[in-house]
């Protein structure tokens, strides 16, 4: 419980720091407004068409009887249209990410420049940092995938479908949330998605304390836009005490994803 609650005031400091860093939170708004636009478009298109591709796609249904047709094709209408707004709930985040790639490397940079210490760069022309954040994505999104289709598939099953399923589902997307987030400081510090995994896996409820609330809010319409900056500043000085080595007079080893400041 202690580390859920360390892991929400990451989230609060990062909304702090562009809130006291006002240029830094309109430059990081650019490109959560630009996928948010793209985003509305291809849910708004779906709203449209869900009907017509339930339609196409259950032809044999197309004999039955009122009610029992009506019924299937609403029941599956509001399913596609419910999967659609998961997926885009899980994949705001990765696209926002890959679109605003400069813009949120910019503002890690600065956030690690006032907290003090070294400030790591990749040292990675644009085209190649792009080419991983697009990888790792799609990695990431290949397993979130996964879960979405086993969860959404045990949604059926009574009681437990209604009660524990969403909750893991809201840890799942609060899980994967924040490895996307935290990917832009880590990434910099040279750690790639398997080592990062294993990380975030070592301070599982930490990294939910983080993600979960953040999840919860990005399902409220034009929310994630505004806390996509501050996410990613919170998201940086998360990965910052991560990745730090402990006190001199902390008799823990070093970890092997501490930050060499020689």
Not at 91 to 112: H, I, K, M, N, W
Not at 147 to 162: E, S
Request: glycine share 10%; with cysteine; aromatic share 12%.
């Amino acid at each position: 419980m202690r580390d859920l609650g360390a892991g929400f005031s990451y989230l609060i400091k990062g909304q702090r720091w562009v809130a006291r860093h006002g240029r830094w939170f309109g430059f990081g708004l650019i490109p959560g407004l630009i996928t948010l636009v793209v985003y509305a478009g291809a849910l708004i298109g779906l709203g449209y068409g869900a009907d017509d591709l339930v339609a196409w796609a259950t032809p044999f249904a197309a004999d039955w009887s009122s009610p029992w047709l009506g019924l299937l094709r609403t029941t599956l209408t509001v399913l596609v249209f419910a999967l659609g707004l998961f997926l885009a709930v899980i994949t705001f985040t990765a696209v926002t990410l890959l679109v605003g790639q400069p813009f949120y490397e910019s503002l890690s940079e600065e956030v690690d420049r006032t907290e003090g210490g070294e400030v790591p760069e990749s040292g990675l022309p644009l085209w190649r940092e792009l080419w991983i954040s697009a990888r790792d994505s799609i990695r990431i999104l290949v397993r979130v995938t996964l879960y979405a289709v086993l969860l959404f598939a045990l949604g059926f099953i009574p009681v437990v479908g209604q009660t524990v399923v969403p909750v893991i589902g809201f840890c799942v997307t609060g899980y994967f949330l924040a490895e996307e987030l935290t990917a832009v400081a880590l990434q910099r510090r040279g750690m790639v998605l398997a080592d990062r995994l294993v990380l975030l896996r070592g301070r599982r409820m930490l990294i939910l304390g983080f993600g979960v609330p953040l999840g919860l809010a990005f399902l409220v319409p034009f929310v994630a836009v505004f806390l996509m900056p501050g996410a990613v500043a919170g998201a940086t000085l998360l990965a910052r005490d991560l990745v730090a080595p402990p006190a001199d007079d902390e008799d823990v080893s070093p970890s092997p994803y501490s930050v060499n400041t020689d």
